[in-house]
């Protein structure tokens, strides 16, 4: 990544002060308030990680969109709304169960430290390896229930991989209608298990968040990827094309990954969002860490206020 980042810089060498936040304004108080940036970006130039440059790790808030007649749209529905309900979103997390546990490895029995009479032996660090192991050894699902569904999400409404049939695209289509706000969690690419015809169909104008925590790969999304991806044009399956979609069809901000993510960071992510939220972060302020520390980069198309609704 930093290679990458790299060759950006030097490739907008010459216009890297347009790239710079100007200075803080300082509010009613005097207070300096640091200054958010809204991209609009060719859109042969929405695959670069522009977050990533120095010059605009900055900002409090990075924020991209289509156009400034999106951006208004966007804004004038804002307007009329109260925001993000948080407790009421729905969910779709590794639909066809392609992310299987493995088995926690047995624990390697180690010879206590010399201790002094009378004293207790310690084992360094066992309760924290017992711990971490058994984050690996969790499924997808299963460490989305716990960490996500357990902590934010009681009220919560989705699908979730069964072994015993396959979300069909009524369910999907019925799901992406009635949202309020989504998170999907799972392998590939969002729109390789929601079809986007699916997606094209549906009225989304009362969806205020999508949350697209994707491109982890297993053995069996890899798979299922060789097979399908050749029915859909790189076009729609990318991160800028499947947000161009979501925008398109009303959702007010669409959060997009635009690096493959390891598995186990997804449940992570999500929970590191929603406490953000939660604190009265808007979603492109909610992003920033989370998209700076976390394998997989996060970028958001949508308004630079968009924030959870006021109780």
């Not at 493959?260 to 969002?273: D, G, H, I, R, T």
Request: glycine share 6%; hydrophobic share 40%.
């Amino acid at each position: 990544m930093q290679g990458v980042v790299a060759s950006l810089e030097a490739f907008l060498a010459p216009v890297t002060a347009l790239l710079t936040p100007g200075p803080a304004m300082a509010d009613a108080k005097g207070v300096q308030q640091p200054n958010p940036v809204l991209l609009l970006l060719d859109p042969l130039l929405t695959d670069l990680p522009f977050e990533w440059l120095p010059q605009l790790q900055q900002a409090t808030a990075v924020v991209r969109d289509f156009s400034l007649h999106v951006q208004n749209n966007r804004a004038t529905v804002a307007a009329a709304r109260q925001g993000i309900a948080i407790k009421q979103l729905s969910y779709i997390v590794d639909p066809c169960l392609e992310h299987t546990p493995q088995p926690a490895p047995t624990p390697t029995p180690t010879a206590p430290a010399a201790s002094k009479p009378g004293s207790k032996p310690v084992q360094k660090g066992s309760a924290n390896n017992t711990a971490v192991a058994d984050k690996a050894s969790r499924s997808l699902v299963q460490a989305f229930q716990q960490d996500v569904l357990a902590v934010y999400g009681k009220e919560w409404t989705g699908i979730t991989g069964n072994a015993s049939y396959m979300p069909t695209d009524t369910q999907y289509d019925q799901l992406l209608k009635e949202a309020t706000g989504f998170v999907y969690c799972g392998m590939c690419r969002f729109v390789e298990y929601v079809p986007p015809a699916v997606v094209l169909q549906a009225d989304m104008h009362s969806c205020e968040l999508a949350l697209l925590l994707d491109q982890a790969q297993t053995a069996k999304s890899l798979k299922r990827q060789t097979l399908h991806r050749g029915e859909l044009s790189n076009s729609l399956i990318s991160s800028s094309g499947v947000a161009r979609m979501l925008s398109m069809q009303g959702v007010q901000s669409v959060v997009v990954t635009s690096l493959p993510a390891a598995v186990v960071s997804l449940p992570e992510q999500c929970s590191q969002l929603l406490q953000s939220l939660g604190q009265g972060k808007s979603v492109a302020e909610a992003i920033k860490p989370a998209g700076k520390d976390a394998t997989g980069g996060l970028v958001v198309y949508g308004l630079l206020s968009h924030k959870v609704a006021s109780k």
